[in-house]
Each structure stands twice: as structure tokens, then as C-alpha cells.
């Protein structure tokens, strides 16, 4: 029967065992309870396998530190030996657990060790790996599974447009391609858009200028956009002209911005109230950034990448759209808040990548 090291400690009415576990020690003896049409009282997740994989690079490639425990459950009796008190709420002692409380049950942390066990047939030394594992004993599969709901929805993960700025400083620190080993094309791409989302919203020529909502920032009046779409919706311009990822991010942000004052001046009465028009939040934002590399390419062609020049093909792009939607004409009331086109006020991808269509059409139009 195991014997283990370990602090009890009590929640209110609840006690859990905090310890180490070798983790050839815990993989030897545990079971996970996973739902399936023949085991409709179980609760886990199926395994996923792109977290498995993950798990093992993290392991055999990265820091591979685990810091936050395994959430096992005993559903037999444990023994605790208290041996001393370390403060007014925590004792020290050794847990025992019969032979008839085995195995361990899972409740969090399956995809670590699934991880662990893959990684160790690369690297047996990881059979050794010392895993901080917090025992709760339930004998009721239905509070076993409670603990495991709150765990996985009480929590919240990391906000998206924060995890955008990780992925900045990771670049920088790491460098683009051990990201891009790491985390994918995606990540990188991420990563070069926060600097040009920095120059627009601290600029003050910028349409943009103090209207975008950083990670943790309470929305106040000035703030017309949140980070994380802004950066999103540039991300496409790097997918669309992989070249501009190489230029600095002051010349292509000064050429964004030229594009954004033409559309500014294009629709004068959304600018000044952006809070009623939705050219400046999703709708609009993504699709005239998907639009941003066709206009440019026409401006090149025509040697003069000016903001008039943008202006220009813009005028002629929204008058064609205009014919083939149709619609009167493509103005600010097009952009409306609650009056406006529906593909102007549909959040969706869809709909967005469809007005995104109608721009390039319209642009190849103006020819």
C-alpha cells in the first residue's frame, strides 16, 4: 500500500493531501473515467490528441516544468498520520492508502501525463519526474465528477488579446522561428501585428489614436475597438502579402494609416461617431484590412502609393460595390450601427470575408 509524504489541509469542509509523486509512481496506478455511451456515469474528456502532443514537445524540447498539481481522487479510505502542525491550518504526516482504494482517479491533469508517458518512451529518465499531486478522497463518482466540472469551468483561461502579448514578447525573446516551431504560423503572424497595432493607436494622425482597448483596460468612452480583432484583422494582411511581414513596421503602418485617412475622408460622418458605425469595429475593420493589399498592389502599379491615390481607387471601389449589392450608394449610412447593410453589421466571419469579396470585385472594376 502506498505511504506518502504529505500536508493535509482543510477548505472550509473539505480536505485534500498535497504531495510528490514520481511520475512512474502515479502512471503505474490510476485510471481515468471517461464518458461513453457504455460508461454514461463517467465525466472525462476523450484524450485530445494535438494537447498530447504538445504536452511531449513541452517536455522533451522546451522548460518542461509542470507547477500545478495533479487533481487525483481515492475513492476507498486513506489513513493520515498527522506528524506536526505547520501553521494554524496545515499538518504534516504520512498519507496511506490501501490497496483497495487503487487506482488513483483522475480528475485533472490527464493530458500531462499522457504527455509524460509518451515523452518518457523518448526519454526513460521522465519515469523519474517528481509531480506535485493534490489527493482529495470521494467515495461518490458524482462528487468526484462535480470537482472536475468546477475545475474546468469555474476557471477562466487567459484573455485572447493578452495571450496576444505573450506571443509579442515570446517573439522577441525567442525569436520568429523557434515560435514558429512552437506555436505555429498563427502565433507569428500575431506577434508582428501587435507592433503596427501599437503605432496606430498611439499616433495621433491615426484614425485609430487612444480608441483601442488593451488587455486588462476597463472600456471607457474613447475606446472604439478591443486589441484583439485589430490585431486579427492585420494578421490577414500578412496572409494575404507575405512580403510585408519583412518590411519595418513603421513604413507599413504609415501606408495602413494613409489607407485608413482615405477611408476616413470617404466617410466622414462614421469617424465622428464611431460608436453608431461599425467601419471602425469588426465588420468594417476586417474587411477593409482584407481589402488593404489590393489597393496597395493598384497603387504600385500606378507608382503612387499616396493617401489621394488610395483615395482614388476607394471612391471607384464603393461605387461599383454599390451597383452590385445593390445599393444606392455605399456612404456612412452604409456602415450604420442598426440601420445599415446587413453585411456591414454581421459579426461573423462569413459575412465578413463576403464584403471583403464585394471590395476586391469592386476593385477589380476599377480597371
Not at 103 to 110: A, E, M
Request: aromatic share 10%; with cysteine; proline share 6%.
Amino acid at each position: 500500500m502506498p505511504v506518502l509524504d504529505a500536508f493535509k489541509i482543510r477548505q472550509r469542509d473539505f480536505t485534500l493531501y498535497i504531495t510528490t509523486m514520481k511520475a512512474a509512481d502515479l502512471l503505474d496506478c490510476y485510471k481515468i473515467d471517461r464518458w461513453s455511451e457504455e460508461n454514461q456515469t463517467g465525466y472525462q474528456r476523450a484524450l485530445v490528441p494535438r494537447r498530447v502532443r504538445k504536452a511531449v514537445t513541452y517536455l522533451l524540447k522546451e522548460e518542461g516544468v509542470f507547477p500545478t498539481s495533479i487533481l487525483v481522487n481515492v475513492r476507498g479510505k486513506v489513513d493520515f498520520k498527522p506528524k506536526g502542525n505547520i501553521d494554524n491550518f496545515a499538518e504534516s504526516g504520512e498519507l496511506t492508502i490501501s490497496e483497495e482504494s487503487l487506482p488513483f482517479s483522475i480528475v485533472d491533469g490527464q493530458h500531462r501525463l499522457e504527455g509524460l508517458s509518451t515523452a518518457a518512451e523518448q526519454d526513460p529518465n521522465l519515469m523519474d519526474y517528481p509531480l506535485p499531486v493534490t489527493i482529495i478522497s470521494l467515495p461518490e463518482v458524482y462528487n468526484e465528477m462535480r470537482q472536475f466540472y468546477i475545475v474546468n469551468t469555474r476557471q477562466k483561461g487567459v484573455p485572447t488579446d493578452l495571450v496576444q502579448r505573450h506571443l509579442y514578447e515570446m517573439s522577441r525573446k525567442m525569436g520568429k522561428p523557434t515560435l514558429l516551431v512552437l506555436e505555429g504560423e498563427k502565433a507569428v503572424l500575431t506577434a508582428e501585428a501587435i507592433p503596427i497595432v501599437d503605432l496606430i493607436r498611439t499616433d495621433p494622425s491615426s484614425p485609430w489614436y487612444n480608441g483601442v482597448q488593451l488587455p486588462g483596460e476597463k472600456k471607457e468612452k474613447n475606446h472604439i475597438i478591443k486589441q484583439r480583432p485589430l490585431a486579427d484583422s492585420i494578421t490577414y494582411i500578412f496572409k494575404s502579402r507575405p512580403s510585408f511581414r519583412r518590411k519595418d513596421p513603421e513604413e507599413l503602418t504609415k501606408s495602413l494609416m494613409d489607407y485608413w485617412n482615405a477611408i476616413k475622408e470617404l466617410f466622414p460622418e462614421a469617424f465622428q461617431d464611431p460608436k453608431n458605425y461599425t467601419i471602425q469595429k469588426t465588420p468594417g475593420t476586417y474587411s477593409l484590412n482584407m481589402t488593404f493589399v489590393h489597393v496597395y498592389e493598384i497603387c504600385e502599379e500606378a507608382n503612387d502609393c499616396s493617401k489621394d491615390k488610395m483615395k482614388e481607387i476607394l471612391s471607384k471601389m464603393f461605387e461599383n460595390v454599390a451597383a452590385a449589392i445593390p445599393v444606392e450608394k455605399v456612404d456612412s449610412d452604409f456602415w450604420h450601427r442598426k440601420e445599415g447593410h446587413p453585411l456591414a453589421m454581421g459579426t461573423s466571419m462569413k459575412f465578413m470575408k463576403a464584403l471583403a469579396e464585394y471590395f476586391r470585385v469592386g476593385l477589380e472594376e476599377t480597371g
